[in-house]
């Protein structure tokens, strides 16, 4: 199934891994700063190995009795490290739905049942994979422009309760969308 792709720059990767050590140490100063320095010298423990940090979100969840579930459904770019969360999300939304569809006599396989769990974990995922890739790519830009908007992002973020709160929500949801409003706007 395509899906969207975010890759990191592969210009720094192939110089991290071809430079060695010496390069990733000297790339992550100059990412990270004297908070790096602190951590002291970098020596190399075995052989480099190179992983493309790679996003996917496939545009189907399922089809004939079969659900993308985990990294095959979302494969999320590490850096926030909701991967793992949004695989256990769609665990149990597909888990939900299928001991539902049995306590009312219907197959587990049923198109309806995984059509409800696609619904569900679209509607669930798909804000989280976005809102990821475009921090993603505002942090790893290094323009003026990207900076401004990089500090006023987070100066608004943090200083406007409502985003604040929104934001919180979003990435702490438990209950998947029961929780995505205020309580005095949901219909439950």
């Known amino acids: 199934m395509r899906g969207d792709?975010?890759?990191?720059?592969?210009g720094i990767?192939?110089?991290?891994?071809?430079?060695?050590?010496?390069?990733?140490?000297?790339?992550a100063h100059q990412r990270v700063g004297e908070t790096f320095a602190g951590l002291g010298k970098m020596t190399q423990a075995s052989k480099r190995f190179t992983y493309p940090l790679v996003g996917v979100h496939a545009d189907r969840f399922y089809t004939t009795r079969y659900a993308l579930?985990?990294?095959?459904?979302v494969g999320m770019h590490p850096v926030t490290a909701h991967g793992f969360n949004l695989g256990l999300s769609g665990q149990d939304l597909l888990a939900s739905e299928i001991l539902k569809a049995l306590s009312q006599g219907y197959d587990y396989w049923d198109t309806g049942i995984?059509?409800?769990?696609?619904?569900?974990?679209?509607?669930?995922?798909?804000?989280?994979?976005?809102?990821?890739?475009t921090v993603v790519s505002l942090f790893t830009n290094d323009s003026?422009?990207?900076?401004?908007?990089?500090?006023?992002?987070l100066r608004i973020s943090n200083n406007l309760p409502p985003i604040k709160w929104a934001i919180t929500q979003k990435l702490m949801t438990k209950n998947h969308l029961k929780t995505t409003l205020p309580s005095f706007l949901s219909r439950d």
């Open 69 to 73: 579930i985990g990294d095959a459904a």
């Open 5 to 10: 792709r975010v890759h990191t720059d592969r």
């Open 13 to 27: 990767a192939d110089q991290c891994v071809s430079g060695g050590v010496k390069a990733v140490s000297v790339h």
């Open 114 to 133: 995984l059509k409800r769990y696609q619904q569900q974990h679209m509607l669930s995922t798909r804000p989280l994979y976005h809102g990821t890739n």
């Open 144 to 153: 003026f422009p990207a900076t401004l908007l990089r500090k006023a992002v």
